[in-house]
């Protein structure tokens, strides 16, 4: 992309999220005797390099630096290139000529060194070809002539650049990134688009600088009629300049493959992809610029997977969707087998990739925003004064808190769950870790219990036989949670509720996907249409007063038995428009859910865990309810465990951790539960987490077992 093309890009005459790269550059520029420095911009393609460096330029002319331009596929091939590069700038910028007998090397280092001077080096993604020569002959005879050398490559910063003993401490590093939403609307505030448009437009927008002025563009210079069709086609547009860096076809539709999936090691690749991957083709994708490494395999910049997944889509409709199925078969094949944090990734790609089957037009929750998660951080002290400012705001605004506890007690039933069941806090957080949004609850153990005696007192009765086993269960082991605040921020500019409401959403549900079941209680007609499309299932009703006048609806989404895939397929099939699939049969037959079987054997966790304890006591397992209920000898159902526990293979979803894990708390029966934390690595809080995740994935094992 040359200079004329990104001047374009910032239209406005304004440069947006720069502020931090220029500065570094002005308090150099400020130095009376600035030592010699490189700066180091990378970055995708469209993110805003050559704008940068244009930027730069100009100031540093302002300031009276001597400022030299060389453009790196020409003139970064060899030291002469390079060389003969500069001089040509020398000469057509400032008339200095060489003498005819003077060395070119020799001249170039003492113009230079002759006054302060700023030397651009755009795209610089083959610098490895001269960069031994630059660090060992050129930079030495630069050192104190202050000099500052600005690079821009879509590639990284090298290593062996960071750790130069001598110039890593004066390299610095400046990867750019997308605009933030704050950012993306101070850009579009001067395009002179219409306020509601540009509000849509910031919604829509994932803060891709190119793709942004794109957009502006194509609206300030299009009819209204035609603008929609022209914006479809800026994936393909975008995806094209990306894809300049791609030099086969095998590496093409390894990136279809990417975009598809979270992050892909080889074997993952190979599995996935229809064509054979060779390691070379895995190391050359490793290289792109919008291509991360990381310990687990490679990973497009989200950007950059979205714009190649939807030019995908909009090309090959059909084999996208099937691909897509089959990226889902394979996460979720590997979800039960993923440690938490995978888990987490798998769950919030999955949705990414299902978004257009999410709600896009819910009074409490919209789906179809590209605003893109900060990382889930825990619930901080610091927190608390933003919460309670929400919930105040929300109560005046008459939005949904639980009906079981009164508005008057919102504020100290925030403080009391803070206090005693922080896990139980969800908080969405800006890009400076600011709290947007949130949800509260307690998780369900012997002291929220009294929590909830004080402050929802229904709720308990409405547990109804489920109450009893949680008066002896440990805060470690707990694995319900019911929510009874939610709120947003409706006082920043930058995110309309509902945005928030459907990242609010989508985050509290990866939670979950960890094993866990959450309960909400409600009767706000909005919430009992969301609950239902978001997979939860209608457990009972009952009357909040004796009158009658209000109805409040249970609703559990249980993911101690649930199977992630199985969730998945139930959001789908609630939320998808009539005819939606029809044209894509075997993608319909794909997704559709197991049907439930009335006469299905179900065992539950809290059943499984009594046949666990009773499995080597014959006459206090025969007495057991649900031996009973399945009317099966105990010594049969004993069997089967020790079958299930012993057996080399694991059924999915039980995974080989977690069979070991009940092995040998059950049948070994040789360490105490904190010995056997201890053993695995583990602390108490997670050792009891997987025992308790073991448990009902051995219950879904036993009960398709006593099937056959």
């Not at 009819?223 to 894809?243: C, F, K, Q, V």
């Not at 919209?366 to 929300?394: G, I, K, N």
């Not at 459907?502 to 409600?522: D, H, N």
């Not at 209608?538 to 209000?550: D, H, M, P, R, V």
């Amino acid at each position: 992309m040359d200079r004329s093309e990104t001047e374009s890009f910032v239209s406005l005459d304004r440069i947006i999220g720069l502020a931090e790269e220029l500065g570094f550059l002005e308090r150099w520029l400020a130095e009376p005797k600035p030592r010699t420095e490189l700066f180091f911009v990378s970055g995708i393609g469209g993110i805003g390099k050559t704008t940068l460096l244009t930027e730069m330029s100009r100031r540093a002319r302002d300031s009276q630096a001597q400022v030299l331009w060389l453009d790196g596929p020409g003139e970064l091939g060899t030291s002469a290139a390079f060389l003969s590069g500069m001089e040509a700038c020398l000469e057509n910028e400032y008339g200095r000529k060489r003498e005819q007998d003077a060395p070119t090397f020799a001249f170039i280092t003492s113009e230079l060194s002759s006054r302060r001077s700023v030397i651009f080096l755009d795209n610089c993604e083959n610098i490895e070809r001269i960069e031994g020569w630059f660090f060992s002959s050129f930079l030495p005879k630069l050192e104190a002539a202050g000099v500052l050398f600005v690079l821009a490559s879509r590639n990284g910063l090298p290593a062996k650049w960071r750790t130069n003993p001598y110039w890593g401490s004066r390299v610095r590093d400046l990867p750019l990134r997308v605009f933030t939403r704050k950012e993306v609307r101070e850009y579009l505030r001067e395009s002179g688009l219409d306020p509601a448009l540009q509000a849509e437009v910031a919604r829509h927008s994932d803060g891709h600088p190119l793709l942004l002025a794109l957009t502006v563009d194509l609206l300030k210079s299009s009819p209204e009629s035609t603008a929609g069709r022209g914006l479809s086609d800026i994936p393909a547009m975008l995806s094209a300049e990306l894809l300049k860096e791609v030099t086969s076809p095998r590496l093409y539709a390894a990136l279809i493959g990417l975009s598809l999936l979270p992050e892909a090691d080889l074997l993952v690749l190979r599995q996935f992809l229809d064509t054979p991957l060779e390691l070379s083709d895995y190391e050359e994708l490793g290289r792109l610029s919008f291509v991360g490494r990381n310990p687990r395999g490679l990973a497009l910049h989200h950007v950059a997977s979205r714009l190649i997944r939807e030019d995908y889509a909009e090309r090959s409709p059909q084999p996208f969707r099937l691909e897509r199925q089959r990226a889902f078969r394979l996460l979720a094949e590997r979800f039960p087998y993923a440690d938490r944090r995978a888990q987490t990734r798998i769950a919030a790609h999955v949705l990414k990739l299902y978004r257009e089957f999410l709600p896009s037009a819910h009074a409490y929750a919209h789906f179809s925003t590209r605003l893109q998660a900060a990382e889930d951080r825990p619930y901080q002290p610091e927190d608390l004064p933003d919460l309670q400012r929400m919930v105040a705001d929300s109560v005046r605004g008459a939005d949904w808190q639980t009906e079981l506890v009164k508005a008057e007690d919102y504020a100290g039933l925030l403080v009391r769950i803070a206090g005693m069941s922080p896990e139980g806090i969800c908080v969405v957080r800006s890009d400076m870790g600011t709290p947007l949004a949130f949800c509260a609850g307690v998780s369900l153990h012997p002291s929220t219990l009294s929590l909830l005696e004080k402050y929802a007192p229904r709720l308990l009765q409405m547990l109804g036989e489920e109450l009893e086993p949680l008066y002896s269960a440990s805060q470690e082991g707990a694995d319900t949670f019911c929510i009874l605040l939610a709120a947003v921020d409706v006082r920043q500019p930058h995110y309309r509720p509902e945005e928030l409401g459907g990242l609010l959403m989508q985050q509290w549900l990866i939670r979950m996907t960890g094993g866990f079941r959450g309960i909400v209680v409600t009767g706000d007609p909005n919430l009992n249409t969301l609950l239902p499309m978001m997979g939860f299932q209608k457990t009972g009703q009952f009357a909040l007063s004796e009158n009658g006048t209000l109805l409040l609806t249970r609703w559990d989404l249980d993911f101690r038995f649930t199977s992630f895939e199985h969730w998945v397929k139930r959001v789908i099939r609630q939320t998808e428009t009539e005819g939606e699939l029809s044209e894509f049969p075997q993608v319909a037959a794909a997704l559709e859910p197991e049907r439930y079987r009335a006469d299905a054997i179900h065992i539950d966790d809290h059943e499984m865990k009594q046949i666990l304890k009773e499995l080597y006591r014959p006459d206090k397992l025969e007495e057991l309810a649900v031996i009973r209920r399945l009317g099966r000898p105990g010594s049969e159902i004993r069997r089967h465990v020790e079958q299930i526990l012993t057996g080399q293979d694991t059924a999915y979803p039980l995974t080989a951790l977690e069979q070991r894990i009940l092995r040998e708390i059950y049948i070994l029966k040789e360490l105490n539960k904190s010995q056997l934390a201890e053993d695995f690595h583990m602390s108490r809080t997670t050792f009891y987490r997987h025992a308790q995740s073991a448990t009902g994935h051995l219950a879904m094992v036993l009960s398709k077992a006593l099937e056959r």
